[in-house]
């Protein structure tokens, strides 16, 4: 079995609001997968069947090979947005009491915790209360209590809320390092440019349906369109420019007299990189001529605009 979780036609509703519409996602073990969309797209609703905190109306979840049931709960680790510690217990005693509610004895969760809050460098932290703990540093026993048991599944709600960019690099490597020693993960964030560092596969939800998912490469590859950024080293820029400007979709231009240094943006029809390539080095010196690939937010925002403009 090469995937972790498989949700097949998953519908849910409250009431007369629709939260999920038949959504289907598949997602392979060993991996970070994206789950991104716009607030209230049905995000949280999708995380919580996975939990079983509630349940869908129709469709079904298949967690390594089996059909989603109780006792997995025990392979799963969630981070959820809202933080859910208790402000009065002290971080040892209560980070104690979490691993125990995952299955780990009190020895192995002493164990299991000592070596987490040496890695973080907290140990001084074992004996103050939660509430003493600015959010960023609960926000650390938060996610030491959500992987402390080695789940098969890790679900990651917007992990570095909170975090200034020191901590949050140190969690994104070790949510990378987790990866690495085979934990599949579900990271849902507003951050793209979380995305584009850690995700190798995405879907996106929006008005309760998956409107987009696959491999992250793929997707760039689809929304490509063509277009370059450019930089040459010519006399009479401003005159090239407007010569080229008459055959091509020229956009963000700039030409420095002094450097003689020309960049502009251009887009090209599919079947015309070469010729055009020949052109320019027929008048020009090259110096970058470099292919702009979409990246997640721009995939992201054309993609939820194009779904709202039909609906």
């Known amino acids: 079995m090469n995937d972790i979780l498989v949700a097949n036609n998953v519908t849910k509703k409250f009431g007369n609001q629709i939260a999920l519409n038949n959504v289907s996602l598949v997602i392979p073990k060993n991996s970070i997968y994206g789950l991104l969309g716009p607030n209230g797209a049905g995000k949280t609703t999708l995380i919580r069947i996975i939990n079983q905190i509630t349940f869908p109306d129709s469709g079904e979840v298949i967690f390594d090979g089996e059909l989603l049931q109780p006792h997995h709960i025990a392979s799963i680790g969630y981070l959820p947005e809202e933080r859910g510690l208790y402000k009065s217990m002290k971080v040892g005693e209560q980070a104690l009491y979490l691993a125990q509610l995952k299955g780990l004895s009190k020895s192995d969760a002493k164990q299991k915790l000592k070596y987490w809050f040496d890695k973080f460098e907290i140990g001084d932290w074992w004996n103050r209360k939660i509430q003493e703990l600015s959010k960023g540093m609960a926000q650390k026993i938060q996610f030491i209590v959500t992987v402390l048991h080695e789940p098969k599944l890790l679900i990651f709600d917007e992990p570095f809320s909170g975090f200034d960019p020191i901590n949050a690099n140190i969690i994104k490597d070790e949510i990378i390092k987790l990866k690495e020693k085979g934990t599949s993960i579900i990271f849902s964030t507003h951050r793209m440019e979380s995305v584009e560092e850690l995700c190798e596969y995405i879907a996106l939800l929006h008005n309760a349906e998956k409107i987009l998912d696959g491999r992250l490469v793929d997707i760039k590859k689809q929304y490509k369109n063509n277009m370059f950024r450019v930089g040459l080293e010519l006399e009479n820029g401003e005159n090239f420019l407007k010569l080229i400007s008459d055959k091509f979709d ?54 939820v605009q194009r779904k709202t403009d039909h609906e």
């Open 250 to 303: 020229i956009s963000s231009s700039h030409y420095d007299v002094n450097s003689k240094q020309l960049d502009f943006t251009v887009q090209l029809p599919t079947d015309d990189t070469r010729s055009f390539l020949a052109l320019l080095s027929s008048k020009s010196s090259i110096n970058n001529f470099v292919e702009t690939i979409p990246t997640a937010n721009d995939i992201f925002i054309q993609t």
